[in-house]
C-alpha cells in the first residue's frame, strides 16, 4: 500500500454532517431564503412533437405577486451548451412532453405556481413515436455507449452459437426507470451585476460553474456554485440539469433572487431516466458448462435532444471468458424526454439480462449456478484482453455461498411450500468499473496543530465529508479530530462529480498527494508555523486519467431468498446478502450504508419500480411516488453486506475501488432467479409485480 | 382579486413557540414552516403526501405537512424536526440513534423519519393496532414493537438512499 500509513483508513467513522442533518440544520439548495427570494414554476409541454406557435400569458401576469413569465420567444439569450436539455426557452420547438415551454415567477409558491397553470400555450402539433420496438426502422448502432465502442464482435459468434452444444436464446426486458432522490432538483439563483451565484442540488459543483459560465458567456470565476447538501442524485444530478438554468433565467430577468424546486411530478421527464432495454442473450455453451458464445444485443431508446445509450452491453465484454463473443447496442431516437445516467448504468440492466441467462443456462445443464460462474472465469479482461488490476468474483460467490448457506441447497424449482408459499433462492454476480477522473485538493497545517482539505468534492449522501478527512489524517499521521474539510463549493479546487462511483477515488487521489507533501513539508519545517499555515496543492490531471494497462472493475455476488404467494402473486424477499470486492474500504460504516442502499434500489427494480411511455401522450403516466413505487420499510427485509479486503497497488494511493454502484447490479437478476426457483416460472420482464406472478402462475397451471 | 380576501390570520405554537401569521389561503403548513418561519428541517419530497419527507408532529400525532392547510390548524401545536430534542443540546435520543446506526445517507428524508418514528411510538403506546398487529391481542393495550410492526407503520416515509434496515434499528434501539 502507497502512502497511507495513519490508522484512519477503513474506521467507521461517525458522518461528519450527521448531528445537521439529523437536527434539520442541514439546508439544501430550495432552502437558501435570500432576502426577496421568488420562486419559479416551470410550464410543462403538453404535446410530445412539435412547436409551440404562441405563449399567452396575460392571465398570469394579471394575478398579484406575479413578477414575470418566461416564454421561448422572450427569454434572455443563451450560448448553445454542448447539452442541449439545457438549451431551455430558446426556440419554440417542443422535442417531447414535458419540455419547459414557459416559466412563471412570482413572489411567493402559491402564486407561480398558479400562475404557471393560467398560462396559455398555443401548438403546432406533429406526429410522434415514442414505443421502442426491436428492429425500429429508424435504428441504428452507436459509435459510443458508455465511452466504450458500440459494438465489439471476437471470433464468430453466430458460427460459435451456431454450433454450441448447449444454446440458450432468451429476451430480457427492463421498462424505463426513475432516479427520483428523495430531494427534488432544486436550483437557487442570484446575480450581483454580472456575478451569478447558485445553490445547486447537483452531484458536481464545478461542471455546474463550468456550463452557467459557457452559457451566460461569463468568466468561470464569476460565477459560484454552492452544493453543500444533495438530497441524493443516483445519476439524475450527475450534470446541470434545467432547474439551475431557468433559476438564473429567472433570476437575470426579475433581479431577485429565485428558487426553482421541480415539482416531483415534473421529474420524470425533465431530469433523465433509465432507458428501456431490449435485451436479448444468446449462450452457447459445452455441456460441462464452459461458454463458447456470448452474444448481447441491446435494443434502446435515445431522445431527439441528445443520444443518451444505455450501454447494457458492456458488463458481457468484462464478466466470462468465451471464445467468441458479440456485445452490441442499437438505439433509435424517438419523441420521448432524454434519458440519462441511473445507478450503475449499463450494468444494472445488462448484469439483469446477462445474469438471469446464466441462471437459465445452469439450469439446463444441471449445474450449481455458482459453480457454472466459476467454471466461466476468466484469465484476462475478455473485452480488452488486458489483465485485471484484481479480481475476486470467485472469493465474492464462496464467501457469499458460505454465509448464505448455499450448498446443498436442492436445485429444483417450485419444490418448496409453506401453505400458499412458495420459496427459493438465488444467486447473480455483479462488476462496476473501477476509475478516477483529475481533481485538485489544497491541505494546509495552522499552527494549532489543525489541518484544512479545500476540495469541491459534493456529498450527495455518500460521506465524501467524512472518508475525505480520514483519507488525509491517514497521510498526515494526525488524528482525525484535527482535520478539517471543506467542501461543497466552486471557489474550492476543481473536482470529479460524485458519479460514476468515481468520487472516493478521484477526490481521495490528490487529497492524499498534497498530504503527502505537506507532511514531507512539515517534517522539513524547523520550528512553529508561520500564522497563516502552510499550504501544498495537488492535481491529478495526467495521473488519475492516465491510461492503464489494466482491466478495473469491483466485483459482488448477491444472492436473495424469497417466497412468492401463489394465491394472490405477492412477492416476499426474505433475505438479501451481498459480498463485495472493491479494494480497501475507507469507511466501514458508510460503505455499508452504500452497499445496502443500493440493494434496496435493485429490489425497487426486481419487485416495484416500473414506468411505461404511453403512446398516445407521449410521457410517463407513472410521473409521481404514488404510482412509480419506490420500494418502502415494508418491502425491505434485513439486508446484508459484507466485503473482501483487496491490496491491490494499481488502483490509485488509497487502494480502493468505487462502492456507490455496485449494489444494485446483480441484485434484480439473484431476485428474478430466486423467483424461477421458487415457482418454477422464468419471468423475462421487470418489474415481478404480482398481475404478472399471478398471470405467470395460472398460466402453468 | 384582492390578496386581502385571500389571506386568513393564523396562529400556532411551533416548537414551543407561538406564531401570529397572515398567510394565504393556499399555504400549508410544509410551506408555512419552510418558507414563513425559515424552520427548513422539513423537507419537501412530493407535495403531494406521498414521501414522508414532510411529516411533522401535529397535537403529538404525526402528518403529512404538505397535506394540511396551514388556515385550518389555527391553536395547533407543531414539533418540527428542529424541536424533536427541546431546548437542551442533545439531540433526542431517537437522533442519536439515527447518528450510531448510520440511519440515513443524503438525509433528505431523515427529518420526516424522525418525527415519524416520535408519532409512531406514541401511537404504538396508545394501543393503536396496524394493519400487522395480531388481531387478537387485547385492545387499547400498549402494542410491542417488532422489527415487521415498526417497517410497516413507518412505511409511509419514502428512504429512497434505502436506509431502511438501520432506521428500523435506529427505532428498536429508543425502544429498548
Ligand atoms: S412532501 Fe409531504 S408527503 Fe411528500
Ligand atoms: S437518507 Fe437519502 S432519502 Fe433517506
Known sequence: ?701 | MTSASHHSEVTLRVNGKPHTLRVDNRRVLLDLLREDLDLTGSKKGCDHGQCGACTVLADGRRVNSCLLLAVTLDGSEITTVEGLGGDGEEPHPLQRAFLDRDAFQCGYCTPGQLCSAVGLLAEAAAGHPSHVTDPAAPSGRPVPLDRTEIRERMSGNLCRCGAYPRIVGAIEDVIE
Open chain 1, 1 to 701: 500500500m502507497t502512502g497511507t500509513t495513519g490508522t484512519a483508513l477503513g474506521a467507521p467513522a461517525e458522518r461528519r454532517e450527521g448531528r445537521q442533518k439529523v437536527t434539520g440544520a442541514a439546508r439544501y439548495a430550495a432552502e437558501y431564503t435570500l432576502p426577496g427570494r421568488a420562486h419559479a414554476w416551470p410550464v410543462p409541454a403538453a404535446i410530445a412533437h412539435g412547436r409551440v406557435t404562441s405563449v399567452d400569458t396575460s392571465a398570469a401576469l394579471a394575478l398579484p405577486g406575479v413578477l414575470a413569465v418566461l416564454t421561448p420567444g422572450d427569454a434572455p439569450r443563451l450560448a448553445e451548451p454542448e447539452d442541449h436539455t439545457l438549451a431551455l426557452l430558446q426556440n419554440p420547438k417542443v422535442p417531447h412532453r414535458g419540455w419547459c415551454v414557459a416559466l412563471a415567477v412570482a413572489d411567493t409558491l402559491e402564486t407561480a405556481r398558479a400562475a404557471a397553470r393560467a398560462v396559455r400555450v398555443h401548438y403546432a402539433p406533429e406526429p410522434h413515436d415514442v414505443t421502442l420496438v426491436p428492429g425500429h426502422p429508424d435504428a441504428y448502432e452507436p459509435e459510443e455507449a458508455g465511452g466504450q465502442p458500440g459494438r465489439l464482435e471476437q471470433g464468430d459468434p453466430a458460427a460459435a452459437y451456431a454450433a454450441a452444444e448447449v444454446r440458450l436464446d432468451v429476451t430480457y426486458r427492463v421498462p424505463p426507470l426513475h432516479n427520483h432522490p428523495m430531494e427534488p432538483h432544486a436550483s437557487t439563483a442570484h446575480w450581483d451585476g454580472d456575478r451569478l451565484t447558485v445553490y445547486t442540488s447537483s452531484q458536481g459543483g464545478s461542471t455546474v460553474r463550468s456550463v452557467l459560465a459557457g452559457m451566460f458567456e461569463l468568466p468561470e470565476d464569476h460565477v459560484t456554485a454552492v452544493t453543500e447538501h444533495v438530497g441524493g442524485g443516483f445519476g439524475s444530478k450527475g450534470t446541470p440539469r434545467p432547474d439551475v438554468v431557468l433559476a438564473a433565467l429567472a433570476a437575470r430577468r426579475t433581479g431577485r433572487p429565485v428558487t426553482v424546486a421541480y415539482p416531483r411530478r415534473h421529474l420524470p421527464t425533465t431530469v433523465g431516466h433509465r432507458a428501456p432495454t431490449v435485451q436479448r442473450l444468446r449462450l452457447g455453451a459445452r455441456p460441462d458448462g464452459r461458454l463458447t458464445a456470448l452474444l448481447h444485443e441491446v435494443t434502446t431508446h435515445t431522445s431527439r435532444v441528445r443520444e443518451f445509450v444505455e450501454q447494457a452491453a458492456l458488463p458481457s465484454r468484462v464478466m466470462y471468458a468465451t471464445p467468441a463473443l458479440l456485445s452490441t447496442h442499437r438505439v433509435t431516437a424517438l419523441d420521448v424526454p432524454s434519458p440519462s445516467w441511473m445507478r450503475a448504468p449499463g450494468e444494472a440492466p445488462g448484469m439483469y439480462a446477462l445474469e438471469s441467462a446464466m441462471d437459465e443456462l445452469a439450469d439446463a445443464l444441471g449445474i450449481d449456478p455458482v459453480e457454472l460462474r466459476l467454471r466461466n472465469e476468466p484469465d484476462r479482461e475478455p473485452g480488452s484482453g488486458k489483465p485485471f488490476s484484481s479480481r475476486s468474483l470467485v472469493a465474492c460467490l464462496r464467501e457469499g455461498a458460505r454465509r448464505f448457506d448455499w450448498d446443498g441447497r436442492d436445485p429444483r424449482p417450485g419444490t418448496r411450500r409453506e401453505g400458499p408459499w412458495l420459496t427459493g433462492t438465488g444467486v447473480a454476480a455483479a462488476t462496476y468499473p473501477a476509475a478516477a477522473q483529475p481533481s485538485a485538493a489544497a491541505a494546509r497545517a495552522l499552527p494549532d496543530g489543525t489541518f484544512t482539505i479545500r476540495i469541491n468534492a459534493t456529498d450527495i449522501g455518500t460521506g465524501a465529508r467524512t472518508v475525505l478527512a480520514q483519507i488525509a489524517a491517514d497521510t498526515l499521521g494526525a488524528p482525525l479530530d484535527r482535520v478539517r474539510v471543506e467542501i461543497g463549493h466552486s471557489d474550492l479546487p476543481y473536482a470529479w462529480l460524485a458519479g460514476g462511483s468515481m468520487g472516493t477515488a478521484s477526490w481521495g487521489w490528490p487529497v492524499h498527494d498534497a498530504c503527502a507533501e505537506l507532511a514531507s513539508r512539515l517534517a522539513a519545517h524547523p520550528g512553529p508555523l508561520p500564522a497563516e499555515g502552510i499550504e501544498t496543492r495537488a492535481d491529478t490531471t495526467g495521473k488519475a486519467d492516465a491510461d492503464s494497462p489494466y482491466a478495473k472493475h469491483a466485483f459482488g455476488a448477491h444472492f436473495a431468498e424469497v417466497a412468492v404467494d401463489t394465491v394472490t402473486g405477492e412477492l416476499r424477499v426474505r433475505r438479501l446478502l451481498g459480498v463485495y470486492a472493491a479494494g480497501r474500504i475507507l469507511n466501514a460504516r458508510t460503505a455499508r450504508s452504500q452497499f445496502t442502499g443500493a440493494m434496496v434500489m435493485g429490489l425497487g427494480m426486481a419487485l416495484t419500480e416500473h414506468s411505461t411511455l404511453d403512446p398516445a401522450f407521449g410521457d410517463f403516466p407513472e410521473a409521481d411516488l404514488a404510482s412509480y413505487h419506490v420500494p418502502v420499510h415494508a418491502d425491505v427485509p434485513d439486508i446484508e453486506a459484507h466485503w473482501i479486503e483487496e491490496d491491490d497497488p494499481h488502483l490509485n494511493p488509497m487502494g480502493s475501488k468505487g462502492i456507490g454502484e455496485i449494489g444494485i447490479v446483480g441484485t434484480a437478476a439473484a431476485l428474478g432467479n430466486a423467483v424461477h426457483h421458487a415457482t418454477g416460472i422464468r419471468f423475462r420482464e421487470l418489474p415481478l409485480t404480482p398481475d404478472r406472478i399471478l398471470a405467470g402462475l395460472l398460466s402453468e397451471g
